[in-house]
């Protein structure tokens, strides 16, 4: 374990001394699991882990390591995908995390509005705005434990991006502590503010390397009526978009639209227990489709899905559908597509990506740049599923079978990554659609970003961070400029 | 007129010469039109008035600005209501003019999807749109000359922000031209994209002070099969609040919630030609309110109001309320809201104020700001009408009968101006919803903003354009940081 700097220690004394042993960790074993990522990619340390109760807190804590230039990792529930919680190896910085700071502050139904801390997890938001008679409207598999402080400074996105947009769409007001201690006070849900640059906008998916989020105002919608869940068969991605236009064409309601591969569904009911698939037939390509009213005189979903899908299996634009008879069967449609990443990991070595294209152009780049990585990769096996309606799918491929995992993931990998991100870029794509920069990212958008927008991001990032003291090492570095 | 530097010189001699004399407007009386602000509050001056044809040449005449450190003032269809597109007095600045970049470059009715130019005018916008089966929904006075570039510099309101946001939400991409030359092309519509800070989100709202925007993706929406207009009296503003959530919870398809206060509907049927009032009695306040159905299966928007409309007669909660019988007559109800500065104008002097405060307090606020800026300077009336439903309205104090009227502006409104502001502030509101700063609400912004929000304005702009070349003067000055 690294030395503790006299800097460092010095800012632990402070906050040992002013707000007392609950807000600093410094046993190694205690401290242990918040510097490894969920996943287990990223290995970092720290000398001591702060945990602030309030606003006031976390702006001493920050104005006290500006002071001393000591580098914090903010962090939440410790969930990212790219390392973007992960404190350095060299133990440079402090973890701060936000997880005690978990009330919510209001939760208003008559103005759909909540102000919620940093630390509220996902589920415990979902279980109170529930208990409202409402509901927050994005969903991820780590709800369990990510958090609301991160979902902002991410721009989370999930499952219901279709209808609800991302959290950038849904933060109504943003509260934050500012690298040099200074809050920022933007939750104020005003529906129209110009007074200025946005710093609420700025804040929103910068993965606290402008500062500390520490609470949010956001929307909530109605909470839903009835919901229809439907598996469908098809034969190519175009078809599946195409299903998806007539249907919103329709106002059917739908949130979710989420395609997966024939053989991704294989790997499925392969490699997970209690799995079955919806429909008899082996098909090319699937998609699982959600639907729900939020007042009781709206629609049926259920009727809103149904003549549309008749028309399609009629004209041949679906080869098969199902509708799940009751919530128990809808869960069971839902978990195979929540089981893919695991199966896939059961299934031997792959290389991830969650990549972003013009909604228009997904069906073919989904073909095109799977069939191109496996000819560049001979033995290789390229699949993408996910958010067809977002335009965003995760695009992962696999080992040839046989390959030394630890040689193929140190060797290959990071040509095959490089080799599907060129084409995201000719492709006028996203190489991070919601997962973020984090470090996992950073050499590769320094790569790829045209340099005007790299000059801009370490321009905004020296300006509001000029020591560089918040997250360090994720998003941009403050490399020299020209 | 004060002396064209060299450096100017140097500038407009580069641009004539590379792109002819098309791009270059000298003659003081073809200048002279562009260096004061439509409603002839703020007189600048200019050397010259550059008019280049596409993005390329805006970036060679920023490059060149800037390395001679020229300043340029951005300017679409000059309307803005604070001073933002007049150049300063004193001739230092040269106007950039988009309107030659008056194309749209592509509208995709399938992805409702338009990339348009600059210069596009918003009314030519909406007539490309509805040829295409689609709108674009958003509405103001200004339609016949503000441009796009200008719209989004602004993150323009309008009439329909309820349904539709302003135009921050309906912009899916920027492309922009920084202070150096640079050109970020942010114009893929990626509907999830987490590569760091958000640069288009940055450009909206920023008065082209960071840079000039030269087009931008925006959203459409389907057209308008039917919509339904109609006028009602109401006791108070919290009872118009209450119809509005009344015909929210059933999904009415309200797109404009207007509250008109009784005697500004006076000075309208006084003063504007050809008006009627829609009711027979007089009330204290009225709502003007439009609902739309996009698809030919939705609910008829007329029934959808008729009901709800009934229902709070019979509860009280309004006191008249009458449907539009005809395209004509909807048109009228309409004249009547658009018609009242005009009116105001024409029934003496007022100062006005474009604010907003969170929605729920809305009603409160309209009641009591009015009567503490009446009390605290006698004879003044105060009114507040507008977008009710997003928590914005036009404050306005007009002036004691028989007040001198240019003393009265010169002494009196300011000091009026900093009360109401004043009262916004401690309301959690904006002095600027919907018009921005500009000039001339810069020094207003210096008073009230907290320190570190000025601070963090001030940090960015002398980020991402340090020599202060773009529209120098307005949103926020680079005074000398402590």
């Known amino acids: 374990m690294p030395e503790t700097t006299s800097a460092q220690q010095q800012l632990i004394d402070f906050v040992l001394e002013k707000f007392g042993a609950k807000a600093v960790t410094v046993d190694p074993g205690e401290v242990a699991p918040w510097t490894t990522d969920w996943r287990g990619r990223y290995h970092g340390d720290a000398p001591a882990l702060l945990s602030p109760a309030n606003t006031q807190e976390v702006a001493a804590i920050m104005a006290r390591a500006d002071a001393l230039g000591v580098a914090i990792v903010p962090q939440g529930g410790n969930t990212s995908m790219v390392g973007g919680a992960t404190p350095p190896p060299d133990g440079s910085a402090l973890i701060l995390s936000l997880r005690r700071m978990n009330s919510i502050r209001s939760l208003n139904p008559e103005d759909n509005l909540a102000v919620v801390e940093a630390g509220v997890i996902l589920q415990t938001l979902h279980e109170a705005a529930e208990a409202a008679g409402r509901r927050f409207p994005l969903t991820l598999g780590a709800r369990g434990s990510a958090t609301v402080g991160g979902l902002c400074s991410t ?6 991006v279709l209808r609800h ?3 950038r769409a849904l933060i109504a007001g943003v509260e934050a502590v500012l690298p040099n201690g200074e809050i920022h006070n933007g939750l104020s849900a005003l529906k129209k503010d110009n007074r200025g640059y946005d710093l609420n906008q700025l804040l929103i998916g910068a993965e606290g ?6 609470a949010a105002t956001l929307r909530l919608r109605p909470a839903i009526v009835k919901r229809a869940v439907a598996w ?10 195409a299903l998806l236009r007539q249907l919103e064409a329709r106002d059917a309601g739908v949130e979710s639209f989420e395609i997966i591969p024939g053989d991704s569904l294989a790997l499925v009911l392969e490699h997970i227990p209690d799995t079955r698939a919806p429909l008899q037939d082996r098909h090319p390509w699937h998609v699982l489709i959600e639907a729900v009213s939020e007042r009781t005189d709206s629609p049926d979903p259920r009727a809103a899905l149904e003549a549309p899908l008749a028309a399609a299996l009629e004209t041949g634009r679906i080869r098969d559908a199902v509708l799940a008879q009751n919530e128990a069967q ?9 089981s893919l990443s ?8 792959a290389v991830q990506h969650d990549i972003s294209v013009p909604v228009a152009t997904m069906p073919a780049f989904m073909i095109d740049a799977a069939r191109a990585a496996e000819t560049r990769f001979p033995g290789t096996h390229a699949t993408a599923f996910g958010h067809l309606g977002d335009g965003n799918v995760h695009f992962h491929v696999r080992a040839p079978e046989g390959a030394d995992r630890d040689r193929w993931y140190a060797e290959e990998a990071p040509v095959i990554s490089r080799f599907v991100n060129d084409l995201v870029v000719a492709a006028d794509g996203s190489i991070s659609a919601e997962h973020g920069i984090g470090q996992m990212k950073l050499k590769e958008l320094e790569r790829l970003a045209p ?5 801009a991001l370490r321009a905004i990032k020296r300006a509001l961070d000029p020591k560089g ?14």
Do not use: Y
Request: proline content about 8%.
């Open 330 to 338: 809808a869960d069971a449609f839902w978990k195979l597509r929540d």
């Open 232 to 241: 469908a068969g098809v034969e190519t991605p175009r078809d599946a978009l």
């Open 342 to 349: 695991e199966a896939e990991r059961a299934s031997g070595p």
């Open 155 to 160: 721009n989370a996105g999930g499952t219901q």
């Open 451 to 455: 340099p005007t927008r790299l000059h």
């Open 209 to 214: 390397t402008l500062g500390v989020i520490t």
């Open 469 to 482: 003291i918040c997250n360090p090492g994720k998003l941009v570095t403050l490399a020299p400029e020209a």
């Open 165 to 167: 947009g991302t959290m």
